[in-house]
């Protein structure tokens, strides 16, 4: 049964569970996906839909090409992408031949997970965090050969003597840190920015691709910049929630070299053979790790959260039924007022 129908029993979905009460234990909703928590038990309206088919679409480009090889559709998706995850690359390494590299390891990652991923996914926030992951290693790997920084000041000085850093001193103090922000922003949070700054959707289109109204899509996008001015002032970098806004607009995204298209997707068809370049082989295999561990983090800080919950509950009974003992019976036995009068 798919997700996006009405299912009148939540616990269905997971084959056979329909003997269960409803709503099911929390204990068991904390084991069952997101995306079924949220799809599950609502009638799919038009509307709600029609939202769906964008991330639908790009699924099925993704599926084509795991599952078939089809490097059109895999062509597809890179060309919708590829100018924000290159921006966004950019702006965390700061040096364009790096960011080409580190651009190329996210995609290289998408081609192996494209089978994996949901048919719900907001891929462009999903790309931009995988971005982020890559984009560490590979800041961690120039560190190590102590000329990171030097490259980093001499693409600074480039582009301020070629006047190409739209936006004046607000741009320049927020470049550096825009993606670590976005990265610290809870995944609906996330999603919302991504789909109205960086590709650009209405906000009407951001509630559909989030399957929520429009109403409601306006006010996550609100939070979501409140929540970067305050990171952004943490950071020394005091600008307002529209500035915020009005820079990602403008500067969020820029055309990505032209020969980057055909680099990746070479790069892609060699996936799963021993000829992808030994740079984006290394910066895939780092993001990987990081992206496991990531997940391995919160995967335990939920089991010590379950764990904690647990024995609490277990104290909170051992001590009502220690402390909540009835009072023992009087000693004295009971005696009739007729009777003692005899």
């Not at 909703?29 to 997101?34: E, K, V």
């Not at 009638?43 to 795991?66: G, V």
């Not at 959707?201 to 979501?224: F, H, K, N, W």
């Amino acid at each position: 049964m798919s997700l996006v129908h009405f299912v009148d029993n939540p616990l269905r979905a997971l084959g056979g569970c329909s003997d269960f009460p409803s709503p099911p234990p929390p204990l068991l909703l904390a084991l069952i996906p997101l995306d079924l928590i949220f799809f599950v038990g609502f009638p799919m309206t038009p509307y709600m839909n029609k939202c769906m088919s964008e991330a639908r679409r790009q699924w099925e480009l993704l599926q084509k090409y795991a599952q078939h090889g089809d490097q059109r559709a895999f062509a597809q998706v890179v060309s919708e992408h590829v100018d924000m995850v290159y921006s966004a690359c950019l702006r965390q390494v700061g040096d364009r031949h790096l960011a080409e590299e580190v651009t190329q390891a996210v995609f290289v990652i998408l081609a192996r997970k494209a089978g994996t991923l949901g048919d719900h996914i907001v891929l462009g926030a999903w790309l931009h965090k995988t971005a982020r992951y890559a984009a560490l290693n590979a800041i961690k790997i120039e560190r190590r050969r102590r000329i990171h920084e030097r490259k980093a000041a001499e693409m600074a000085m480039e582009l301020r003597n070629n006047g190409s850093w739209r936006g004046g001193p607000a741009w320049i103090g927020l470049e550096p840190v825009l993606d670590e922000g976005i990265a610290k922003l809870p995944e609906s949070d996330r999603a919302a920015i991504m789909l109205r700054f960086f590709e650009k959707r209405s906000v009407a289109d951001v509630g559909s691709a989030l399957g929520v109204s429009e109403d409601a899509a306006g006010m996550r996008i609100s939070r979501a910049l409140d929540k970067l001015r305050s990171f952004f002032t943490r950071r020394g970098v005091a600008v307002s929630s529209a500035l915020i806004a009005s820079l990602m607009l403008r500067n969020g995204v820029q055309a990505a070299p032209i020969a980057l298209h055909s680099a990746i997707a070479a790069e892609a068809a060699a996936v799963g053979s021993a000829s992808i370049g030994l740079n984006i082989g290394v910066m895939v295999k780092g993001a990987l790790r990081m992206m496991f561990w990531e997940k391995a983090r919160v995967a335990a800080a939920v089991l010590i959260t379950v764990m904690s919950a647990g024995g609490g509950g277990t104290y909170l009974f051992h001590y009502l039924l220690t402390h909540n003992t009835p009072p023992p019976p009087p000693n004295h036995a009971y005696v009739n007022p007729e009777e003692s009068s005899v």
